[in-house]
T-cell receptor, first 114, second 111 residues
Framework: DGGITQSPKYLFRKEGQNVTLSCEQN?????MYWYRQDPGQGLRLIYY???????QKGDIAEGYSVSREKKESFPLTVTSAQKNPTAFYLC?????????????FGEGSWLTVV | KQEVTQIPAALSVPEGENLVLNCSFT??????LQWFRQDPGKGLTSLLL?????REQTSGRLNASLDKSSGRSTLYIAASQPGDSATYLC??????????FGAGTRLFVKA
């Protein structure tokens, strides 16, 4: 079945550590996104990519980094510079970045600082 | 700056009731509006997408309307069931990869 796979589902980060969240899609979509969701708030855009080897910062990119070496993959690294990383992270994709396309989401990853 | 508001934040209804969820946005310059469902600890599932030129979309027991001029959308759920219990989010596409999400309405349907 086509879809978006995120892993791991749960991840714990120690102070000063970098961690990477995986996102893989087999929908043949060009555009991919990373969102952060905090309790009681809407989703906020971290990074997006409209094509391989290209990505742009979203509204809250500080302390995060991404890569887009393959069309199917868009991993997110949460660096030690992100001071409040505990949140639910959602990866998404759309057929293209053009406005008006349906956005499809993965099942999410929980990141907790210990 | 576009803002999306969903009221109420939470709603509890008895099974079988028809209900309406509200979404408002501050800038009418949108490309589309999308309604999503989110179960606890899960990702978002798209329910309905209304293009800016459309007034409503229907899927089964769900009907979504859009009034751009007043900056409002409603999601109507007919004959609610316990399985409808979830958080419902609306989101507006404003172009340039920007999609603005509301905080959601948490719905609980009592059996």
């Amino acid at each position: 079945d086509g879809g978006i796979t995120q892993s791991p589902k749960y991840l714990f980060r120690k102070e000063g550590q970098n961690v990477t969240l995986s996102c893989e899609q087999n929908l043949n979509h060009d555009a991919m996104y990373w969102y952060r969701q905090d309790p009681g708030q809407g989703l906020r855009l971290i990074y997006y990519s409209q094509i391989v080897n290209d990505f742009q910062k979203g509204d809250i990119a500080e302390g995060y980094s991404v890569s887009r070496e393959k069309k199917e993959s868009f991993p997110l690294t949460v660096t030690s510079a992100q001071k409040n990383p505990t949140a639910f992270y959602l990866c998404a994709s759309s057929i293209s970045g053009a406005a008006g396309n349906t956005i499809y989401f993965g099942e999410g990853s929980w990141l907790t600082v210990v | 700056k576009q803002e999306v508001t969903q009221i109420p934040a939470a709603l509890s209804v008895p099974e079988g009731e028809n209900l309406v969820l509200n979404c408002s946005f501050t800038d009418s310059a949108i490309y589309n509006l999308q309604w999503f469902r989110q179960d606890p600890g899960k990702g978002l599932t798209s329910l309905l997408l209304i293009q800016s030129s459309q007034r409503e979309q229907t899927s089964g027991r769900l009907n979504a309307s859009l009034d751009k001029s007043s900056g409002r959308s409603t999601l109507y759920i007919a004959a609610s069931q316990p399985g409808d219990s979830a958080t419902y989010l609306c989101a507006v596409s404003v172009g340039g990869f920007k999609t603005i999400f509301g905080a959601g309405t948490r719905l609980f349907v009592k059996a």
